[in-house]
């Protein structure tokens, strides 16, 4: 699982490789995020209706944190598939509220996923938060 940023740096660890995308949190190149996690999973066998789950779940929490990140604020997406899709989305908000079960995304999120959690934390060096947005898919049964 990709872990929280536990010592205020920034950076995601996890215990095998992932795949980091960063972009501007404006709207013009978030279908990129959904590409590179539609790749990571057809690449690693997931059956067709799951890449289609999770490619509508990624571009979900992309938007939704695109929504809430300042001006000038950059996405980044860390996915890593180790028997899983785990996907992590976070920005820089001067809003510290993450996506939440208040809100229409965040039920189509928990619909697509196996996993889903958000959580805020300071932004390090500015006096924002960081939104984080992380689910996971698991490949259905007898797929692999």
């Known amino acids: 699982m990709v872990q929280r940023d536990t010592d205020g740096t920034g950076v995601l660890t996890a215990a095998s490789p992932v795949v980091e995308l960063r972009l501007p949190a404006n709207g013009e190149l978030l279908f990129l995020a ?7 999973a057809a690449s690693a066998e997931f059956a067709v209706d799951e890449v289609a789950d999770l490619r509508l779940a990624v571009d979900e929490a992309v ?5 809430r990140a300042d001006d000038g604020a950059v996405l980044e997406c860390a996915f890593r598939c180790a028997g899983r899709m785990t996907v992590t989305v976070a920005t820089t908000s001067s809003w510290a509220f993450p996506p939440g079960p208040d809100e229409v995304g965040w039920h189509i999120l928990r619909a697509l996923t196996d996993s889903l959690d958000a959580w805020t934390e300071p932004a390090p060096g500015t006096d924002g938060w960081r ?4 689910f996971a ?4 049964p007898g797929q692999r």
């Open 34 to 40: 959904r590409l590179v996690a539609e790749d990571i």
């Open 63 to 67: 938007a939704a944190q695109a929504r």
């Open 131 to 134: 939104l984080c947005v992380e």
């Open 137 to 140: 898919v698991e490949p259905f």
